[in-house]
């Protein structure tokens, strides 16, 4: 069975920093992208970054690209989300997911295990 597993989260400062991680469990881990997706309240689910398995192939939603890094490291099947300058509407829940396909897709229907979510709050 799957598993997809987050931590990291929690209260920041705008302009402060956190890193989220998820580790996945009962695949191998190393064929299958990572994404990282994150609901805030009363609005839709929304596309953060994904990796490719590989490492190689990353995608970014256009708000966070050079404030928010993805990377994997594979030999701990544990993906990681580095952000910097957080911003107060970067406060989600953030969701952690793995997908069958070999692209860092942007739509959530490509993913089919997710985590049960991180609290992440940015206070201005």
């Known amino acids: 069975q799957v598993q997809v597993v987050e931590s990291g989260g929690g209260l920041v400062q705008a302009g402060g920093s956190l890193r989220l991680s998820c580790a996945a469990s009962?695949?191998?881990?190393?064929?299958?992208?990572m994404g990282w997706f994150r609901q805030a309240p009363g609005k839709e689910l929304e596309f953060v970054a994904a990796?490719?398995?590989?490492?190689?192939?990353?995608n970014y939603e256009n708000s966070v690209k050079r404030r928010f890094t993805i990377s994997r490291d594979n030999a701990k099947n544990t993906v990681y989300l580095q952000m910097n300058s957080l911003k107060p509407e970067d406060t989600a829940v953030y969701y952690c997911?793995?997908?069958?396909?070999?692209?860092?897709?942007?739509?959530?229907?490509?993913?089919?295990?997710w985590g049960q979510g991180t609290q992440v709050t940015v206070s201005s």
């Open positions: 990796i490719s398995g590989s490492g190689g192939d990353t």
């Open positions: 997911a793995t997908s069958a396909g070999p692209k860092p897709v942007v739509a959530a229907g490509e993913y089919d295990y």
């Open positions: 009962g695949r191998t881990f190393n064929r299958y992208t």
